[in-house]
Each structure stands twice: as C-alpha cells, then as structure tokens.
C-alpha cells in the first residue's frame, strides 16, 4: 500500500516535471511564474504558519534578493550564481537584523515594523538612483549560462521550489518543527517547557528571509527587470492569501495556494481588475468557514459525511 | 523664521486629520481587539463616496460629509455583524487575515469603480489663503483642521457623557461584568464601535479629499499613518493619539519643507523606531500591547 | 420565581453541570454552597445568559429565558453581580452606578434609587467621583451589589460576595445582603463561606462537581451531618 503510493507520487513528480515541456510557451510562463510565488508563500509561511505572527511585509526580502541579485551581477559583474547566492546570504542577514527587532513585538506591533520595513526598502530604492536607477529599477538583468529557453527555467525553478519543500518538511518534522508547533499552540506554555521561542522563531525568520531572497533572485534573472515595487505590500498580500486558501502551517499548503493564485485566473480568463477583489473575498470566507485552508478539504469533506462536526 | 512657523502650522492641520483616522483605529483595537489592516481602506472610501455624492449627485460638500460617513458607518456595522462577529473569540491573527481581505476587496473594488483616476472633492471653500497673523491658510485646511478637531471633542463628549458611549467604555473596561451585571448589549456595542470606528476614518476621508487628490491607493497611506500615531502614542490612549498625529504631522511636514520631500515618510518610521525602543508602550500608554 | 430544571452544561467535553434542578420563591434568598469548581458560578452565569446550556430549561417569573441574552434576562427583573466584584475601574463610582440602569428609561426612578443607594452605602456617596479601581476590597463589593441593584432586580443573583475580604468587612456585607433580601428581593447566593451562607438564606443547595447532592431548609442542613463534616469543618481546622 504505502509502496504503491510512493510509485504513484514519483510518477506524479515525474509527470508534473516533463509534461510542462510540451505545453505551449505562455503555459509555461505562467507555470513559471507559479513557482516564484509558490517559493514566496513558503517564505511567508515560515512566520505566518510557524510562528504565528501576521507577516504582512515579506516583500522587503523579496525585494532585497531581487536587488542584491541584480546588483552583483550589473555592478559587480558576478556569474549568476554566485549573484544568487550572494543574494540568499544578504537577505538572510537582513532577516536576522530585522527579525532581531520584530520579533520582540507581537501581532499590531510585529504588523506595522514589517510594512514599515518594506516600505522603508521601497522608498530607498525609489530615492536612491545611483544605485538602483531609481524608479525606473534596473533593466538587462543577465540570465544564467546555460538556462536560455522557457523550459530550462522551469526545470531550474521546479528544482529549486522542491528543495524548498523538502526542507520545510524536514525542518517541521524535526525538533525545530515541534518547537514551531508548541509556540504556536501557546507561546507561554512552550516558554513554561523550556522552548528558546525566540531562537527558533528568529530561525523561521531567516528562513523564511532565505526563501524570499531566493524568489526574488529568480524573479530577476527571470524577468531581466525590476523596480521599487518588489518591495509593494501587494506582493506580500498576494503570499498572504496564497498561504491562508492553501493551508498555513503545513508543508502542501503554500504549493497549493502559490499555484492556485497564479494558475486559476490564468486559465479562467478573469478580467486582471477582477482578481485581486476575488482574492480578497475568498481570504475572508476561507478564514471564516475553514481555516486549515483548502488541504483540509478531504478531512472537512470526511467529517461531513460522517456527521462529526469540527472541533474549531 | 516665518517659513518656519507657517510649515508647523500645515502641519499641526494635517496632524489634526492624522489623529481623527487614528483614533478610530485605536477605538477599535483598545475595545474589540482588533487590528483593522482596511483601515486606510475605509478612510479612502469615505473620500470617494463623498466624491460621488459631490460630483454625480450634485449635492453640497456638507451633505456629501454626513453621506459619507454614513454610508461607510453602516458598512462597518454591517461587516461587523456578518464576519467579524464570527471570530470574535479567534486568535488575533485570524481577525488580521479578515481585515487584510477586506483591505484587498475595499481597495480593488474602488479601482474598478473609479477606473484609477484621481479625483478632488470640489468644496464650497475659496483657494484664496486667509492671513492669519503669520502664516498664510487655505479655507478648506482650516475648515478640515476645526472640523476634525470638533469631531474628536464630539466622540469624547459621546463616550464619558452618553449612556452608550458609557456602555462602550464599560466593555472595554470589563465586557463581563458590561453584559452580566448591566445587561448591556455587547454585541450592539461591537458593531456601534466599529462603526464609529470606520465613520472617523471616512469623515478623515472626506476632509482630507478637498485638499489632496482622492484615489484607490491612498487607502494604504491612511493605513501606515494611522499605524505610526497609534504605536507613538500609545494603544488605547484618547491624549496619546491626538498628540502624536499632529506631532506626526508637523516633523513629516518640517522634514519635507527642510530635508527632502522624497523621504518625508521615512519620518514616520523613524519615530516608530526610536518610540519603540525608548518608550515601547508608546508616548502616552499605561499597558502594552 | 426562578426555576432551573435538569440543566446541563459542558464545557468543551467537561460536563460542568450535571441535570441540576433549583428553584427560587417571590422574596426568598436561596444559598448554593460547594467547593471550588463544583459549578456553581457556571449555574449563576447559566441563569443569566452568558453560558449556553445543552439541555434544560430556565424560567423566570413564569417566561422562558433558556438560552436568552444577558440583556433580556436583565430586563426580566434577574440582575447578577459577578465574582470577583469586576467593577469597570477605569470609571467614577457613579458611573458605574448609573451604567447599572442601563436597561432601564425612567430617569426619575433611576435618581431616586440612586440617592437610595447612596443613603445605604454613605461611603459610596463620599467617593462618587473617585474611580472605581481606588476603592478598597470591600468598597468595590459594596459598589457591585449597588450596580447590580440599580437595575432594580426582582432577582439578584450574588456570586461569592465574601471573597477576598477581611472578617469585619464580611459582616458588613452580610448585613447588606440581608437587606437587601429583607427589602422583598429575592436573593440566589452563592458563596464557598457555607457557614455565612447558611446563616443567611431560608433554603440552601449543595453542589458537587456539577451534582445537587443535597437540598433543604438551611436549619435542617445546619444540622446534618455531611454538611458539618464537609462544609462546617465539625470536628477538624477548616482547610483554607
């Protein structure tokens, strides 16, 4: 049984890898795109679902990856690389800076320092035009040797978002995980057990500022072109939402969510105006009527058939 | 010398507006608990309702300020009764994930509505500036200043002298003891707070509108402002707020007239930051958090 | 005039109240005494709405208030002053008289009964406008039963009046309370002190871990001897 549904899911791996080969060139593209956002609600995750604290300023890593990217390859003329991993290492120090400070605070507090944080990023890179060619951000970023076509990125960015993944799932599965676990439940009853929650929420911080780097880095070199709003609160709602209608907290929900967003109104054709009011309302109603997100569905689903009412 | 007096005075009439969104704001989170992220959002929707009252309907402005605070007023209520009651007992970041929603919804809906074009509330008021002693006044900032300042003295005469503005103060105070001891209604009091909550952003709104443009997007503006004065002044506190919004006002004012306009509202981050770490329960707050 | 037949409550899978039955007549004060956790605050706050019961049903002057919201159950002649005293502290000892009233529109009958309870309590008088949160242990106490009665209850509903205050200012209350009952209010007590809450009211109930387990005229349950021996402390030092 449990041999037969590890066979099933490689092969559902396999598939979700190579299919996309043959897909149009827009289909990928969005596909694409789809795991940029993914890798972003990861990121999001990491303090929304794990620490519990409403992050609603993650854009200031994905704008700080996108940049320092950008930077050490125009400027620097670093390979693609090492600008990516450069990138990684510099937002990942952001996020020890800053989550220093934010995770003092909680919820109103820990709220407004993280806009305040990526607005303060986006105002500087608006300002300062020597560097970041100011409002009109920076163009012909390189791409990598060697990842030329359409395809090439969405082997790579597959790849890259299923490392993610893993270590996410290795990470919830380990001591960190049940740590994350016991502070969110009740952040006094883990303090009272002898839990250093300010380490590991500061280590889900950085993770979590990693991640983002890593998505905006991609984002870069993918798109060869940004400006100031990477750092825009929308970008960070958009993650929000995407990690909430998938499920926070868990590994799936994020991958669920992050595809959803980018995919669903791709291939519904929905007016681009109508999206975000869309999301938006389904934000509301999933947090009201299921709050585990949509990978809770089939247990919702279950106990509803079965007549056992939630335990909310 | 006189430059300098007349930039504290724009700015004590733009932080008196400051202090009108942001007690709202800290009504809402110091009774009910909750951090209303769509602040700004009803902020812009009060501005943009009395820009169609104005401009479609026709009205005179005074109308289009009681419309506007009326319309969003119950908007509030309504949306206090339908979701949020539904998660009064939930954790804080729930409420935070509904109100971001309602902030997306708000903000996008507006976009389509107007199309994105910035609007100006037309306005009885003359664009010739009144001298007052030293520095120059355009009518219609004088006329937001007093009025929002009126309206703040209004909500406190409401809330120490009124039997529901009691009720209000006593379930902020002990909700408990409000609903068992006083049989007060505490579900009519929720939604009359976030009602009056909302109206006091909107009618910041509708102030605000005649001298600045009026567009989906300032909601998020209105937002991290009305952030900035309630953190400085501390959560919960009536002084704390009309205190740090107009001193908010005036250095954002003084350091786009002395600094550089362009990082004129990095000045409210970097007061958040020093009061943050001097003074984490904000200028005039007993308790934290 | 009260009567709470075969109530249940959980909470959560804890059965807090286990089929409890009671009745309250016109101007009897009714004592429920029991242990810590043994439900009687649950039952009170039950009575008064803010507790929703499984199964059972409530009655107040001959309407059903199962189920109803405080506010209704207030304006039925049921007032409730909590344990804990939880005056609003933030607020002048007249406003949390005057908030007392709230269901109430007779501005008249509201200032009289005002003066009235200034006349009862002159040290509420003294510190009309001092807030409430200054006031001693027992100033507070005084202030929540005058809250509770400034709704002008058939029905007074006295959760652990005695807590937390010293011997001389519990007489003081006991006396109060007495008054009150003697006034023509009905009075359902509950206290932890079973021997003040004997002394004190006509009939009594004894709660066990959300079971009536005896009930009866308060000078036949003086004497038995179960209750001399749990309640009374008969025989040994009284924990606590």
Redesign the interface.
Known sequence: MLKNRRILLLGLLVAMVVLPLFFPLYQVHVLVLSLINIMFALSVDLVLGRVGQPNFGQAAFLGIGAYASALFSLRLHWPVPLSFLGAIVVSMVAGFLIGKIALRMRFFYFCIVTISVAQVFMLTSTNAVGLTGGPMGLTNIPRPTGVSSLKAWWLLGFVLTAAMLLLVRRLDNSKVGRAWVSMRESEKLALAVGVNTVGYALLAYVIGAGFAGIAGSFYAHYVAFIDPSMFDFSWSSMAVVATVIGGKGTVWGPLIGGAMITIIPEFLRVASAWRLPIFGLLLIVIVVFMPNGLISLPRVWHNWRSGIKEQV | MNQFVQQAANGLLLGSIYSLIALGLSMIFGMMNIVNVAHGDFYMLGALVAYYTVASFHLPYAVAVVASVAVVGALGAAIERGILRRVRESAMVTTMLITLGLSLLLQNFSLMATGGVPHFIRSPFSPEPLVLGLVHVAPARLFAAVFSILFIIAVHLFLTRT?WG??M??CF??K??????????IEKVYALTFALGVGMAALAGTLLGTIFFVDPMMGAKGMTKSFVVVIVGGMGSFVGAIFSGLLLGVTETLAAAYLSSGYKDVVGFILVVLVLTFRPAGLFGKRIR | MLSVESLNVYYGVVHALKDVSLRVEDGEMVALIGANGAGKTTLL?TV?G?IRPSSGKVTFGGQDITGA???????QGV????EGR??????TVQ?NL??????RSDRSGIKTDLERIYDQFPRLKERQRQLAGTLSGGEQQML?IG??LM?RPKLLLLDEPSLGLAPIIVQGVAGVVKDINQGGTAVLLVEQNAKLALYLAQRAYVLETGNVTLEGPTADLQNNDYVKEAYLGAGRARAQ
């Open positions: 039997k009691n009720a103060r006593a105070q002990d408990t003891a409000a609903s068992l001891a006083a049989g007060i209604d | 706050r008064s803010w919201s405080c506010s209704r159950v207030v304006k007032a409730h002053c909590p939880r005056v609003w502290p933030a607020m406003e005057i908030l007392g009233a709230f269901n929540a809250r509770a709704a």
